[in-house]
């Protein structure tokens, strides 16, 4: 099974940048797609980047141009940074991992215990 960790959230500034990062361990297929989940209090869960084999990346339009999805493959390891932070920002941030493009857009797949970013204004 796989098992994923997220770290890096914690408190910043508007304009500030962080960067999370999701360590995954136990067998994990390198075409599989991942992605970075946020959830606000009130909001319904929003994937806001995925990436998929070749490092084809999509972003949401809330944080394009803004955040950046990778990974690093040597070291089991998938990041998004985040820059031009804005208080919308503010949630628990999830990795995922599935199979396919389509369990991974419906929730599907394994998941972290998520790292909360908030954002002052």
């Known amino acids: 099974q796989v098992q994923l960790v997220e770290s890096g959230g914690g408190l910043v500034q508007a304009g500030g940048s962080l960067r999370l990062s999701c360590a995954a361990s136990?067998?994990?297929?390198?075409?599989?797609?991942m992605g970075w989940y946020r959830q606000a209090p009130g909001k319904q869960r929003e994937l806001v980047a995925l990436?998929?084999?070749?490092?084809?990346?999509n972003y949401a339009d809330s944080v394009k141009g803004r955040f950046t999805i990778s990974i690093d493959n040597a070291k089991n390891t998938l990041y998004l940074q985040m820059n031009s932070l804005k208080p919308e920002d503010t949630a628990v941030y999830y990795c995922?991992?599935?199979?396919?493009?389509?369990?991974?857009?419906?929730?599907?797949?394994?998941w972290g215990q998520g790292t909360q970013v908030t954002v002052s204004s």
């Open positions: 995922t991992e599935a199979m396919t493009l389509g369990d991974l857009m419906s929730g599907l797949g394994s």
């Open positions: 136990g067998r994990i297929f390198v075409s599989n797609p």
């Open positions: 990436i998929t084999s070749g490092d084809s990346t």
